[in-house]
């Protein structure tokens, strides 16, 4: 109730509404940080989502777009030490096809890569599918607040069953 940004119910109406004293409600305020929680608030879904979206769009581009690594042997790579007909040690390198030996690096996810993969997406599912109790809160008092003028009596009396709701959505 704290963190409802569009009504800012005070420390007396939530404490009212909770069943408690108001200064035990600026307690819990101070004690858990709701001012800079309701701040943060700021920062919506949405936006959240835009970001993870562009997170993820960036490491495909990079997994898509990075030069392909053949794993060639380090000898082939660096050549090997032979002595010549006048008995002085030179490198040679023999002649390969990177292609012919396994990529190493390529354009698919390392291990690390699709965990990271994997973990924004399950960002984004979460976002996209699961309610906060912010939501929750703001589509609930959205309903109340529609009711309140036409009927204050139901107003009145779904208040209890809204609140016994969200506080089954804190456990």
């Not at 990177?98 to 390392?110: A, C, R, S």
């Not at 979460?126 to 809160?137: D, N, V």
């Amino acid at each position: 109730m704290y963190l409802d940004t569009r009504n800012k119910l005070t420390d007396k109406e939530i404490a009212e509404r909770v069943g408690v004293r108001p200064n035990t409600v600026g307690n819990w305020i101070k004690k858990y940080g709701w001012e800079k929680l309701r701040k943060s608030l700021l920062t919506t879904r949405q936006e959240q989502l835009i970001g993870f979206y562009d997170q993820l769009e960036a490491l495909n581009n990079h997994i898509k777009t990075r030069p392909i690594q053949y794993d060639v042997p380090d000898h082939l790579i660096n050549g090997r030490k032979v002595k010549n007909d006048d008995g002085e040690s030179e490198l040679v390198f023999d002649e390969y096809n990177e292609e012919d030996y396994p990529i190493l690096v390529g354009n698919f996810p390392t291990s690390k890569e699709a965990n990271t993969q994997m973990t924004i997406t399950n960002n984004i599912k979460k976002l996209e599918t699961e309610l906060s109790i912010r939501e929750i809160y703001e589509v609930g008092t959205g309903l109340l607040d529609y009711i309140k003028p036409q009927d204050f009596e139901l107003y009145k009396t779904l208040i209890p069953f809204f609140d016994g709701f969200l506080n089954t959505k804190l456990v």
